[in-house]
T-cell receptor, first 112, second 114 residues
Framework: QKEVEQDPGPLSVPEGAIVSLNCTYS??????FMWYRQYSRKGPELLMYTYSSGNKEDGRFTAQVDKSSKYISLFIRDSQPSDSATYLC????????????FGSGTQLTVLP | DAGVTQSPTHLIKTRGQHVTLRCSPISGHKSVSWYQQVLGQGPQFIFQYYEKEERGRGNFPDRFSARQFPNYSSELNVNALLLGDSALYLC?????????????FGNGTRLTVT
């Protein structure tokens, strides 16, 4: 079993839709949670960064972490064609930890 | 401000050859990490360096090595290339080691081994 499981997609939605992207993880030591967006032939771009449980909002993006169920989500409101990309969840444990553990990514297409 | 820069952007090598990939971190960042991303998968951790010292190593063979220079730039070396080494190699920088210092990635070097 992978430490971070991500809905594989691909996901296709019409422009303006609300998108929900989800991951689960198995290691209770994970404390920091990130969402990266990766366009084709580009590196991952940090979108959201949260610590422990709760919600964090940034513009059209909301990251949600539920440590009790080991579930992390990214919501995109009023989705745009420019949001079409692969979304990667990632997590890391303590402040001394060295490596991010990534999900396998969900490919999102927003249709105009 | 310049982000993480990597060179070259693309590389084609033959099995058995050696390759060196280079990375310059964001100004002020002292930690550099290397990740391998195979098509359709998330990045896998290879190395992390901080202040020129190796701070972490992933589950990769000894053919993979790296180093960090006094100016915080870094090189990833891969010897005796195999077909399975074909991937996107990503460099990321952060202010320091640890989960409270998020990683910022470059656009990677796409390595093809034939």
């Amino acid at each position: 079993q992978k430490e971070v499981e991500q809905d594989p997609g691909p996901l296709s939605v019409p422009e303006g839709a609300i998108v929900s992207l989800n991951c689960t993880y198995s290691n209770s030591a994970f404390q920091y949670f990130m969402w990266y967006r990766q366009y084709s032939r580009k590196g991952p771009e940090l979108l959201m960064y949260t610590y422990s449980s709760g919600n964090k909002e940034d513009g059209r993006f909301t990251a949600q972490v539920d440590k009790s169920s080991k579930y992390i989500s990214l919501f995109i409101r009023d989705s745009q064609p420019s949001d079409s990309a692969t979304y990667l969840c990632a997590t890391i444990s303590s402040g001394s930890a060295r490596q991010l553990t990534f999900g396998s990514g969900t490919q999102l297409t927003v249709l105009p | 401000d310049a982000g993480v820069t990597q060179s070259p952007t693309h590389l084609i090598k033959t099995r058995g050859q050696h390759v060196t990939l280079r990375c310059s971190p964001i100004s002020g960042h002292k930690s550099v990490s290397w990740y391998q991303q195979v098509l359709g998968q998330g990045p896998q951790f290879i190395f992390q360096y901080y202040e020129k010292e190796e701070r972490g190593r992933g589950n990769f063979p000894d053919r993979f090595s790296a180093r960090q220079f006094p100016n915080y730039s870094s090189e990833l070396n891969v010897n005796a290339l195999l077909l399975g080494d074909s991937a996107l190699y990503l460099c990321a920088s952060s202010l320091k080691v640890g989960g409270d210092s998020p990683l910022h990635f470059g656009n990677g070097t796409r390595l093809t081994v034939t």
